[in-house]
C-alpha cells in the first residue's frame, strides 16, 4: 500500500504556485485533494462514494479530465467511486495502480 507523506503546510498554503488555474473554468467544482508526488506530478483527486453518483458528476469529471488535458505533463486528475463508477473515472483500485506508476 503506498504510502503518501505529509509535505507541510507552507506547500499546501503555497500550491497555487505550482498548480496552473488559469486553465480552470467557472465552476462549483473544487476536488478534495491535491496529491503531490515524489516523482513530481501533481494530482488534483476527487472521492465519490458510491451513494454519490449524480448527474453533477459526469460533468465534473469531464471539467477535471480537460483541466489535466490542458495543465500539461506533471498533472493528473481522478475522480474515485468506491466501487460504482461513471465514464471516465476510477475504482479505488485503478486509481491506486495509476497512481504508483506516476
Not at 4 to 24: M, T, Y
Not at 38 to 65: A, F, H, P, V, Y
Request: glycine share 6%.
Amino acid at each position: 500500500m503506498p504510502s503518501l507523506h505529509w509535505i507541510g503546510k507552507e506547500k499546501v498554503i503555497n500550491h497555487h504556485h505550482d498548480v496552473p488555474f488559469n486553465v480552470l473554468y467557472k465552476s462549483n467544482h473544487y476536488p478534495d485533494y491535491i496529491l503531490y508526488t515524489q516523482s513530481g506530478q501533481i494530482i488534483l483527486l476527487e472521492t465519490k462514494g458510491d451513494d454519490r453518483d449524480n448527474s453533477d458528476s459526469q460533468s465534473k469529471c469531464r471539467l477535471g479530465n480537460k483541466w489535466a488535458e490542458l495543465a500539461g505533463e506533471r498533472f493528473n486528475y481522478f475522480m474515485v467511486f468506491e466501487n460504482n463508477q461513471v465514464d471516465g473515472t476510477f475504482s479505488v483500485s485503478k486509481a491506486l495502480t495509476l497512481i504508483k506508476e506516476l
